[in-house]
Structure formats: C-alpha cells, structure tokens
C-alpha cells in the first residue's frame, strides 16, 4: 500500500516508518526537516514540507492510498492550532487526491475517554502543563469526525519508548480514573498500521493501552 506518514519524525511517526516499511509498504514520510529522519531505504520517500502549508500537503498526497497522521509538537505553553488546522489541511488533500482512509493519533483523556488517563494527568498533567495542546487535540478530533473520509482515531495512552510487545488492549472504555496507563509508542504504531486493513474501528475512537 502506498502511505502518506504525516509527523514522521515523532516518537509514533518513526515507529510509523520504520513498520511500515517492514510491512513493505511504500512509504512516503512527510516532515519539516528531513535532515532529523535519518531512514533511507528503497520504498521510502521523504518529502518535505509544513502542515500549516496546504499546498505542500496536496502535492505529498498525490497517489496515496492512504494516511497516517501522527502531529506532534513541542509548543505546549501557549495557544496553538498546529494540531487541528494540520489535520484539516490533511484531510483538504486528501479529498483532493481522492484518499480515502486515515487513522490519526490523539490521546486518552479527550472527549467521551476525559478523565480516562488517570488523577496525575487529569488533574495536574493536562490542566497545568499541556491545556493548550490537549484543547488543540480536542478540535483536531472533531475536524476528524466532521469529514467525509474513512477515518479511524486512535487514543494511546501514556506513550513511553519500550520495545513492541504484541500484547495490548484496545477499544471503548480503556483507561483508568485513578492510575495512569501507558503504551509504548511501537505498540501504538502497529496498532495504527493494522487499522488500514480492517474495517472494525472505522469512524470510531478506539483508546489503546497495556
């Protein structure tokens, strides 16, 4: 399959690359600087660009048959909308290209999963340290649900860098009010990698966790 990995140079979007490629898909990494990649391979191609630059995104999606969006930043102390007009510049090209499925990463604690990523998170984590970001989370979900596009969106929950273990959960319902639950990000990935496949979660919210 021909992917489009949007946020490629991410703690997710690597694992993104990197399986994707192992999957054998051909694989097109879309990044701000390709210099941080630091992959070469013969099914990948780096294409550089800006979210927030939609004819760039146009161009990256041409010929794709799918998109995996997994934006991150680290402007976490004020206002920002990279998040949520990212993925609406995401979701222009992809009607325009004619893409149909995306799988798009956010988090526990958002919508009908708040409160879900435990008292550390929920009461200090996100109202003190990353309101911003999660409030631009919330709105890149519903520009997400509000499209025409085969979508599936994926809540991990405490993203950490351990290896991939196969074993985890995934669904409705995941989390936890009191303690914090977690994921490696190379869980997360394969998690996302197989939604391009199977038609269980479309147009719905899965969480995922150990």
């Not at 946020?7 to 490629?21: I, K, M, N, P, S």
């Not at 990044?31 to 760039?56: C, F, I, N, T, Y």
């Not at 499925?101 to 929920?122: A, F, K, N, P, Q």
């Not at 319902?173 to 391009?196: E, H, K, P």
């Amino acid at each position: 399959m021909r992917l489009l990995i949007v946020g490629a140079t991410g703690g997710t979007g690597r694992e993104l690359v990197a399986q994707a490629l192992e999957r054998g898909h051909d694989v097109t990494a879309f990044v701000r600087q390709p210099s941080r990649l630091k992959k070469e391979h013969e099914r990948l191609r780096v294409v550089q660009g800006d979210v927030l630059d939609a004819d760039s995104l146009h161009k990256a999606a041409a010929g794709q048959q799918a998109v995996l969006c997994a934006l991150g930043h680290k402007r976490w102390l004020y206002p920002t909308r990279i998040l949520s007009q990212g993925t609406a510049n995401i979701l222009s090209a992809m009607q325009h290209a004619g893409v149909r499925r995306l799988v798009c990463e956010t988090s526990l604690g958002i919508g009908d999963s708040r409160g879900r990523m435990g008292v550390y998170y929920t009461l200090f984590v996100i109202p003190f340290i990353l309101p911003f970001y999660y409030w631009d989370k919330a709105r890149q979900e519903a520009i997400v649900r509000a499209s025409d596009r085969d979508w599936v969106i994926v809540r991990p929950g405490a993203l950490n860098n351990r290896s991939a273990k196969g074993q985890y959960r995934h669904g409705a319902g995941l989390g936890n009010y009191l303690w914090t639950v977690g994921i490696s990000r190379a869980d997360t990935a394969a998690f996302m990698l197989d939604q391009l496949t199977s038609d269980r979660y479309v147009h719905a919210t899965p969480g995922v966790c150990r």
